[in-house]
């Protein structure tokens, strides 16, 4: 995930599932400035009002270029 997330441009995240068991790689995710969510509704639920915020649109190639 941490490899992906250094060559993508979109946003990643983590839903590791497990609880105590998975503590080493939601570290490992958090060391690397990737949310990891507990329960897959809280990490659906942020990704689609990620996604959901309109960005601005890039200005006009002027004419001629």
């Keep these: 995930v941490v490899r992906f997330s250094r060559n993508t441009k979109k946003m990643v995240v ?24 507990a329960d897959l509704e809280d990490a659906f639920r942020v990704v689609g009002r990620a996604c959901s915020v309109k960005r601005p649109e890039a200005p006009p190639n002027p004419p001629g270029s």
């Design 14 to 37: 983590g839903c590791f599932l497990g609880g105590s068991s998975v503590t080493s790689s939601v570290q490992i995710l958090r060391s690397h400035h990737i949310p990891n969510f």
